[in-house]
């Protein structure tokens, strides 16, 4: 009887200092999410030296909506970013069974700007402001670091949050189990009385995480919309491209949990690919849209014509001088000849 | 010689002359040429059901055509409001065009709305601040029985 006392203490011990929840759980979760966001940064810095590196996306939208009938949309997207010195752009071409809508959110040294288009080719424009200020539209996608990082990093986000904005959350209690394979994160929400107030916010959640790419492979979670619980299925697949492992396809499953029922209301398959095209810096510029130039606002332009003019004033007034210096010169010299003589 | 020097000095003044007629042609083009007459627009009462229409009348008085190439949609509070027209408007020279937005109001009350307009003139893209003040009143109920 002592001996399996003993034994008992042993194996708790053992079992305890294995688990991670006696470990330190929070300190393992922010260093964690600190080793993502390294990661995270390493393919921004990477995106954003080489400029080159455009993202497109395409969605299959189908299952059945809230009263059970059939629904089928296809969507094509393509999100170019670049982050190179102070430009930045975000454009997406949607196209649904409506036609092909373009929006370009950029900014550049001089002005950030929205513009919009029905047919990809006559823009017109939305807002226009101080590169630095970049007008907030509830319509377009600001174009900045923090949202383009959003999504240059979705393998490394969770339901459209990363995991450091989830830990600040005071309301949430995360579990991180690194004891299996793939790691296990379990997210639990302390307060779940007022959904109206969590709307867009995950309340609880089970993902898989690859132990050596740090990735978030799958999982399930629970988030509000409009006071009402949705749960997400979603699987992701990444691949190598070069030293970055960048998200190639979402699998998504989304669900109303009503008390009872579950009711699927759309399967989206997410595709990620990463083209590398060179691009001008013009595709920054309003001009390249075929709108003016904000009034001041001068890009490099070829030598304006009054600086030739200038030169040629120069030169002409140059030879004149020259010519009325010879000829004095030559008057003088036979003046000289002649005296002499 | 004395040929060449006053071909020379002849070159010199006319490329002279034309440069000064070149700076101040250009300095009479970098006027803007749009205008928009009331920027400001009073509309006192309005009733707060269904859409209100308010009329900018964008005069050009230059000689080429110049356009309208977009202007910005807002909710503030509960007021909303958008462009009538949502596409490019070409202005001919010497000419006006009426820039209709759209207001709607989700509650009655007084508003103060400002709002852009963006114009390609000729000096290059510029942007116009409209405004619109007033009060919004509640339809009146039908007398209940």
Known sequence: MVRLVIAFFITSFFISIQSPLLLGQDETIKSFADDQDKKCNAIMNIMCNSSEIYQDISSDYSGLDKVGKSVHIISKTSFILRLLDNNMLLRMDLQDDQGTRTTVSAKNIHYGFYIDSKDTTNFKLIEIDDPVRVPDNSLYMKPTAESIRKYICKNYMIGGSFLGELIEREDLILTLNTNVSPWSLNILSKNLKNLQSMHGKIIEGNVLIDSDTKEIRSGQIVTVAQGKPYTMNFNNVSKKHGLLYLLERMDLKVYSTSDITVIPLNNTITTYRYNVTVRSDAEFRLSYYGLPEPEGISWDRPTPNYIWLLAGCGVFGLLAVLCSYLRRRNSRTSITKESAS | ?145
């Open chain 2, 1 to 145: 010689m004395r040929f060449i020097s006053l071909l020379a000095a002849l070159f010199a003044v006319i490329l002279f002359a034309t440069l000064i007629v070149l700076f101040i042609q250009p300095s009479e083009l970098l006027l803007s040429k749009l205008s928009i007459s009331d920027t400001t627009q009073d509309l006192g009462d309005v009733s707060t059901e269904g859409i209100t229409e308010v009329n900018f009348t964008v005069i050009n008085s230059s000689n080429r055509s110049l356009r309208i190439v977009g202007a910005n949609m807002q909710c503030l509070g509960k007021i909303c409001q958008k462009p009538k027209v949502d596409a490019i408007v070409v202005i001919p020279a010497h000419s006006e065009v009426h820039h209709v937005r759209l207001i709607s109001f989700g509650a009655p009350g007084p508003f103060d709305l400002p709002m852009s307009i963006f114009v390609e003139d000729v000096t290059g893209l510029r942007t116009i601040e409209l405004r619109i003040t007033g009060v919004g009143i509640a339809p009146a109920k039908p007398p209940q029985q």
